[in-house]
């Protein structure tokens, strides 16, 4: 009950604060990089760890620049995320702007549905909701819940402020079939790293033996639902560009496991044209191959 009326007191907190305008919110973003970094080093050994090992091609000077970018970032991030419970269509219009959304259209006017791979890249928060804005097919963001129901309640509100209608993980296959005959946009975060009980497909990514969750592949395939990328672009604090590229318009012409490298490659590509924007700070290579592993 005590932990309950904590996170209420919480969440009552996030909501004032989202209604700070965003330049004060970005002031408050400032003090937070000073402290994640200079004082607290929050998980600093983990972001180092990481950058030496993904691009091992950068000089420790240039790795360097990474992590103090990618901590500006992560912190023009939280309140970023802290102002999604408010922001106005209009505002995130003008900081998440979306292009290259004909051929996806192409697919709605005629009631079918698509797949779209994302990445924990840039604002992913603010994209699956500005997603919902700038397509006329009803949005479908794939999500893990949080294990404290009261700030998932916050961010599935949140996330769902503009049309989209959230789906768990586990109900996924279950929602697109129901979606069937629908214009739908399935949004899927390829980089989410898989459970050890999960369908993965290890590869290489960033020089690393990843595990990638094989689950828009298997649908894709399935159904034959075209797959496009969101490519997404940080031009400045608080701006975002992002674009839907077509990366699969016959998943049931490729191969096995075809869909997946290409999402992947997509991934690392994206990455290596400016790496601060990932989510440097999560342990992303801490599970191993098994010796018999795909």
């Known amino acids: 009950m005590f932990r309950r009326a904590l996170n209420h007191i919480g969440i009552f907190f996030l909501n004032l604060l989202s209604l700070l305008p965003m330049p004060i919110l970005y002031g408050l973003a400032k003090a937070m990089y000073f402290l994640l970094y200079r004082v607290t080093g929050y998980r600093l050994s983990v972001v180092r760890e990481n950058l030496q090992l993904a691009l091992p091609e950068r000089s420790p000077e240039e790795r360097r620049l990474i992590e103090k970018k990618f901590y500006k970032y992560l912190a023009a991030l939280v309140v970023e995320i802290v102002k999604m419970s408010s922001i106005s269509k209009r505002e995130l219009e003008k900081r998440f702007r979306i292009k290259r959304s004909e051929l996806m259209?192409?697919?709605?006017?005629?009631?079918?549905?698509?797949?779209?791979?994302?990445?924990?890249y840039g604002n992913w928060e603010w994209g699956s909701v500005a997603i919902g804005l700038a397509v006329s097919g009803q949005n479908y963001p794939i999500y893990k819940?949080?294990?404290?129901?009261?700030?998932?309640?916050?961010?599935?509100?949140?996330?769902?402020?503009?049309?989209?209608?959230?789906?768990?993980?586990?109900q996924t296959l279950r929602a697109i079939q129901a979606s069937k005959g629908e214009a739908s946009i399935f949004c899927f975060g390829s980089d989410q790293a898989p459970s050890r009980d999960e369908s993965h497909y290890w590869t290489t990514l960033l020089h690393q033996e990843s595990s990638i969750q094989l689950g828009i592949e298997k649908i894709a395939r399935k159904t034959n639902r075209p797959i496009f990328y969101f490519n997404v672009t940080a031009v400045q604090e608080g701006y975002y560009e992002a674009e839907f590229v077509p990366l699969c318009l016959n998943p049931q012409e490729t191969a096995e496991f075809e869909i997946t490298e290409m999402h992947t490659r997509f991934l690392e590509k994206m990455i290596r044209k400016e790496p601060a924007y990932w989510l440097w700070s999560h342990r992303r290579w801490k599970h191993k191959k098994p010796v018999d592993g795909v």
Do not use: T
């Open 145 to 170: 819940p949080l294990n404290n129901p009261v700030f998932d309640n916050w961010f599935q509100k949140a996330r769902s402020r503009f049309g989209s209608k959230l789906i768990s993980m586990r």
């Open 105 to 120: 259209e192409s697919y709605f006017a005629k009631g079918e549905g698509v797949l779209l791979c994302a990445a924990h």
